[in-house]
């Protein structure tokens, strides 16, 4: 007896110590990843300066940021490895390697990634912000110990100051909770303050992904080469040659007038402008026919096909909130790997399942930086201070916390939330699930349809040549029949 439980002891460290190894590879791996993504972003004079002192504050500041992009990245990796791993499961039950991948292991990354994203987002960003900020209180030494120790204090007094906004709402929805739990911090005001913050990550979610995934058609039409209607690009080129010379020729040889001097800024722009279209069209002829006339349509099918699906599991979401109950996101303590997949489809349905959440979150990040909003955090290539490196972490890292939510509140999975992601108080409410529902799949198609149709008639457009047209050219002012009779004196 005692033998016994001596080995379940001994297998149970085993089991904890190899987890603990798989974390920690993962995490560094990634760690490494996200360090070279900043260090290609960040600007280089403010890392290498003659004052030591801030140098060394940049740098930890650094080695922070790129600790929160990793969590992030994290975050955005737990439902595909979820999915992934029990549909390994499934194909090979009885393979000795592949037993590491069990429902502990996926339950404490689940965990791990909950409690760093957490403590990221409530202390570790507003100390990196305050330690950039701060210079030490005044008539203390200077060092880079007395900005931790400002910034420190300074982090306090915003703890303090959210406790104090967390436990006002809280008084004001659940009064009787809340005075019965004033010192109950661990089990009731964290788990509520990590709630709003998924709220708000979900909100931003359902404003940017729509919006995002209209997005990403321009987006990946201009990296690939677009076939075009009725065009001859050896007229084109041509024609952008010529005018690009004679602008050229404008700008290093013109008469020194007024007139010239006062339009030079806008004439290089104009320049600029046009050897862009230049290098475009050479690219477009130095294209092979199967790029040209497949690639574009084909990825843009592809584009169409995964948003249409995400649509549909949205909208046959909607049908199973409204007549069974289990729809509902929830929590489950013991994933159950390898008992049963999590789609209806097998093995190929938790292969599009994986490919969608991870097209949502893309889609989702290019429409938060296609926003108006934080289109200005954009980060550009060695010339992103630290500042803006800081808010695209934390940015980041609200998108991808949310994004399991996310994904099961739309329905994308079945894989139910572990850890403490099923724990917050939202979730099992059903007005809020069916109406979130309801604007992504209605924001969706609108999105969608307005893309498509405008983006088939800005072809036709240019394929006539009505955008040469000495009038804005829209879809309200050029009406379908002056593009038929218009393609038709063409075609005579």
């Known amino acids: 007896m005692e033998t016994d439980e001596v080995s379940i002891r001994e297998q149970l460290f085993h089991n904890r110590v190899r987890e603990t190894i798989i974390c920690v590879l993962l995490f560094t791996c990634l760690y490494m990843v996200c360090y070279l993504v900043l260090t290609h972003f960040k600007k280089t004079a403010e890392f290498i300066t003659d004052d030591i002192e801030d140098a060394t504050v940049n740098k930890i500041a650094l080695w922070l940021c790129t600790f929160t992009l990793s969590v992030a990245v994290c975050a955005v990796l737990l439902l595909p490895i979820s999915i992934l791993s029990n549909e390994v499961l499934l194909t090979f039950p009885h393979s000795y390697y592949m037993q590491w991948l069990n429902g502990s292991l996926i339950h404490g990354l689940w965990n791990l990634v909950f409690l760093f994203s957490n403590l990221s987002l409530v202390f570790l960003m507003p100390f990196v912000y305050f330690f950039t900020e701060s210079e030490g209180f005044a008539g203390s030494k200077k060092g880079v110990m007395a900005r931790v120790y400002e910034a420190v204090v300074l982090l306090i007094l915003l703890a303090l100051l959210v406790l104090g906004i967390v436990w006002v709402a809280s008084a004001l929805l659940h009064d009787n909770v809340a005075r019965q739990s004033l010192y109950d911090l661990w089990e009731y005001y964290l788990p509520y303050l990590y709630s709003g913050i998924s709220l708000f990550g979900v909100l931003l979610l359902l404003l940017c992904t729509p919006f995002g995934l209209s997005r990403m058609f321009s987006v990946t039409g201009s990296l690939l080469v677009k076939p075009r209607l009725l065009e001859d690009i050896e007229d084109a080129l041509s024609c952008t040659m010529f005018e690009e010379d004679s602008l050229y020729r404008k700008l290093n040889y013109g008469s020194p007038s007024c007139w010239v001097k006062l339009n030079m800024e806008a004439m290089r722009k104009e320049y600029l402008a046009v050897q862009s279209r230049r290098v475009a069209l050479e690219m477009r002829r130095k294209a092979s026919p199967w790029q040209r006339n497949l690639g574009y349509p084909l990825a843009m099918l592809i584009l169409l096909a995964l948003t249409v699906m995400c649509v549909l599991m949205v909208c046959f979401n909607v049908l199973e909130l409204l007549l069974d109950e289990t729809a509902m996101p929830r929590g489950m303590e013991d994933p159950h790997l390898g008992m049963a997949s999590f789609s209806m489809f097998g093995s190929l349905g938790a292969a599009v399942q994986v490919l969608l959440i991870l097209y949502l979150m893309v889609s989702s990040v290019v429409g938060f930086y296609s926003s108006p909003l934080f289109c200005g955090l954009l980060p550009r290539v060695k010339d992103t201070n630290l500042t ?105």
């Open 388 to 492: 803006q490196i800081i808010a695209n972490c934390v940015s980041l890292l609200i998108l991808s916390s949310a994004l399991p939510v996310f994904s099961r509140t739309l329905g994308i999975t079945r894989f139910d939330l572990l850890g403490d992601f099923g724990r917050h108080n939202w979730l099992g409410n059903f007005y809020v699930v069916f109406l979130y529902n309801m604007l992504f799949a209605g924001l969706t198609s609108a999105s969608l349809a307005k893309t498509v149709t405008w983006a088939v008639r800005r072809e036709l457009i240019r394929a006539f040549g009505l955008d040469r047209l000495p009038i804005p050219v829209s879809p309200s002012t050029i009406p379908f029949k002056l593009l038929l009779a218009s393609g038709l004196s063409k075609i005579q």
